[in-house]
C-alpha cells in the first residue's frame, strides 16, 4: 500500500491529495448517488457569501472547446442559511474534509462570514475566495492587487484561526506576486487557478451568449496554463500550493503534484463524470505503485530539470 | 437506495425520425429502474474535440420488461449531431433519472388533460400520455410543428388516445400554432388541465391562456446545463418567489404560475 495522505498544516490532513472545486460539486450531498463522497481528500463547497446572492441572470452558461464559461456570480442562500440548513448534512462525511469556499464583497464582509465558519466544529478550513470573476463589486478585485489581496487575508487571520486557503485568479500579470502577499499576510496555504476572464458570441444574433457578456473558463483546456502558473508558485513560496485548473484524469493531477502541488482539486470534470475523483485517487495510488514510490510525498514538486 | 444512477447502456436503435431529429433506443444492463414521465437523462457525449458537457435529453419513453430507454433528440449544435453517429451496440453513460416528472394525480389535473407538444418538445408527452391513459384518465393531445415532416410521432399518439395537430405551413392538421387550434379556444374548457412542453414563446404563449381561463397548467422547461444535478447553478430560471431556481433539481416541470415569463 501507498500512502497517500498529504499534510498541509495547521491541522488540515488529507488521506488522499484529491479535493473537488468550489462550484463544481454542490455540497457534496448532491454527489453521494454517483462516489463515494467521503473517500475523497477533501470538499471544498459551494461559494458562501454574508448574505443571500441570487447569482446573475439566465444564460449562465458557454460550452466551448473543451471547455465552458460559466457566470453563476455566488448563488447563495448566505453564510447563516450554511449553517443552520446544510451543515448538519455534512456531518456524515466523517474521513473526508468539508472545506468552505468563503466569498466577499467587502473586507467586513469576508471576516463576518469567516467568523461564522469558524465556529462550526466540523469545517477545518476555508478557502478564501479573492478571485470569483462573476461578480460586480469585490470577488476579483482583491485577488488581483497584491496590497489589496494581503489586506482581506489580515483581516481574515485575525478572526479565523484554522486552516486558512486563499486561492488565486490567473486574471493577473504576476500570480507569484499575489500568493506571495497572500502568504506575507499569513495564509496557510494558496489553491490556483480560478477561472479564466473569457467570452462566447452567438454569432447567429451577434449577441453575448452568456448575460453577463463576460465569464470564467474552466475545463480540460485551461489545464497547461494553470499548469504553468502551479509551478511558477511553487517554486515562490513555502506555504503549501493545491493545483486546479483543467484536471480530468490522474494523469493531469500527477502533472500538477511533480509540478509542486502538495494536492489537488477537481472542478468542471465533475460535472461529466461524478465519479473522477476516486477514479484519480486510484490512479494516483496505481501511479505510484507502478514507480516504487511508497509515499506521495516523493513525487510533489520531483519536476527534472 | 440510490435516487439517481450512472449507467453505461447499449444503443439497440438509433434511426432518423426527419432531417434533424431522430430516436435513440437504450439497453439497460440489468433492469432498469424506475424513471417518471418527464424525468430526462445526462447523456455523456463520445470523446470529441468540438463538444464536452453532457447532454439533458428528456425520457420519450421507458419499457420496464425490454429495459430500455427512448429518447428522441434533435441536432440542435454540435453535441447533438454529434452523438447522432453513434451505431447500434456502442455504449453511452447515462446519469438518470433526475429531476421531477409530470404531476399526472387525476385528484389535481383532473381527468381530461390537454398535453401540448412542440417541435421536438413532444418527447416527455408521450409516456405522460401512456400513464394518463393507463390510469384512466381521458387525456388529449395536441402536436404544434412547422411542417409535416416535423411532426414527429404522431402515429404513435394516435394509438394511444385522440390526437390532434396544427403545422404552421398547413401541411397537416389545422393551419397555424397550437394557439390558434379550438383546443386552446372555443373547447378549452372541456380540459381540466393543460401539460406542454416546445419553444419558450410556445410555452409562454399557452401559459397565459393557461392563466387568464383559470386551468392549471404544467410547462416542462429545457434551460442549457452543466451538471444536471443541482451543483453548478447553471440552468437556473426566475421564478415568482424571486428567486433563481435550478431546472434540473427543482423541474424541468414546473406550473406555470410560478415562472416569471
Redesign the interface.
Known sequence: MVNLSVNLGNNLELNNPVMTAS????YGL??D??TDVDRLGGIIV?GTTLNLR??N?????A??????I?A?GL?NKGVDHFCKTIYPQLLKYTKTKVIVNVSGSSIEDYVACAERVAALDHIPAIELNISCPNVKQGGMSFGTNPDMAGKVVEAVRKVYPKHLIVKLTPNVTSVVDIAKAAENAGADSVSLVNTFLSMAIDIKTRKPVLSTITGGMS??AIKPIALRMVWQVANAVKIPVIGLGGISSAEDAIEFIIAGATAIEIG?A??????IGNEVVDGIAAYLQANNMKDISELRGSLIL | M?????TDFTVVDIHSLNQSCYQMVLKHPDTLPKVSPGQFVQV?LPDS??????RPISIHDADFEANTLTLLIRKAGK?TELLSHVKEGEKINL?YPLGNGFTLDQAKIGNAPLLIGGGVGIAPLYMAAKALKEAGANPTVLLGARNESDLLKKEAFAAITETQCTTEDGTYGTKGFVTDHANMKENIHQYTSIIVCGPMPMMRAIARVAEAENIPCQVSLE?????G??????????TTD???TCVCTQGPVFDSKNVKW
Not at chain 1, 460550452?63 to 465552458?68: N, S
Not at chain 1, 465533475?270 to 465519479?275: A, E, K, R, V, Y
Open positions: 462550484g463544481t460539486f454542490g448532491e454527489y448517488d454517483f459551494k441570487e447569482g441572470a439566465y444564460p449562465r452558461l460550452e466551448t472547446r473543451q471547455g465552458m460559466n453563476v448563488q475545463g480540460a468542471t465533475n460535472f461529466i463524470n461524478p465519479n | 440510490h435516487k439517481h444512477h450512472s455523456q474535440a468540438t463538444s464536452y458537457l453532457r453535441g446519469l434551460n442549457k446545463m452543466a451538471c444535478i443541482g451543483a453548478c447553478l447553471c440552468c437556473v430560471t426566475e424571486g428567486h433563481n
